[in-house]
T-cell receptor, first 117, second 110 residues
């Protein structure tokens, strides 16, 4: 069974600085999707970034980028130029079912990010 | 704009009550999920459905059931609410590339 591990329950970063959130996963599948979701105090889950496992190039969305190491099964999120609005809970997620068509998302335990002014 | 709507943001129920949590999506997605979110445990999958009237157990289905009579609606049912089911419940609707979430229902069982 697939698992997703986030080993940092909480992180802090100074405004305008860079922070990296860690995520590792375990799977026997060769093709899958990985995601980072953000959950602010409003509780609404927001997709931050997505990575397809077959793509070697790391995904980037504005100030957010990932370091995807498929062999090491590692998927970290880098937030550059941190802003107060980045403060939230961040969840790493793995999506199974590429071949079966029956999608299933597995989430890590989350990392709470605090941004200090 | 895609939308997943959960019927309540906050709910307080008594032990032993039958509780219905409703979720509606307007994206014509086939896949819908119910998760439970607890501090330090992340999101845990309760049940999911990949088609009307189809359902599959997730990782923590005990004490819960689901209903999917129409494609757009996926209901989570607590047959006899207990205090250990006090939690945040999140509904999600999925396409191939992304999961869309409702705003969550914080359920308190007293």
């Amino acid at each position: 069974a697939q698992t997703v591990t986030q080993s940092q329950p909480e992180m802090s970063v100074q405004e305008a600085e860079t922070v990296t959130l860690s995520c590792t996963y375990d799977t026997s599948e060769s093709d899958y999707y990985l995601f980072w979701y953000k959950q602010p105090p409003s509780r609404q889950m927001i997709l931050v970034i997505r990575q397809e496992a077959y793509k070697q190039q790391n995904a980037t969305e504005n100030r957010f980028s990932v370091n995807f190491q498929k062999a090491a099964k590692s998927f970290s999120l880098k937030i550059s130029d941190s802003q107060l609005g980045d403060a939230a809970m961040y969840f790493c997620a793995y999506r199974t079912g590429i071949t079966s068509g029956t999608y299933k998302y597995i989430f890590g335990t989350g990392t709470r990010l605090k941004v200090l002014a | 704009d895609v939308k997943v709507t959960q019927s309540s943001r906050y709910l307080v129920k008594r032990t032993g009550e039958k509780v219905f949590l409703e979720c509606v999506q307007d994206m014509d997605h086939e896949n819908m999920f119910w998760y439970r979110q607890d501090p330090g445990l992340g999101l845990r999958l309760i049940y999911f459905s990949y088609d009307v009237k189809m359902k599959e157990k997730g990782d923590i289905p005990e004490g819960y059931s689901v209903s999917r009579e129409k494609k757009e609606r996926f209901s989570l049912i607590l047959e006899s609410a207990s205090t250990n089911q006090t939690s945040m419940y999140l509904c999600a609707s999925l396409n191939a590339g992304e999961a869309f979430f409702g705003q969550g229902t914080r359920l308190t069982v007293v």
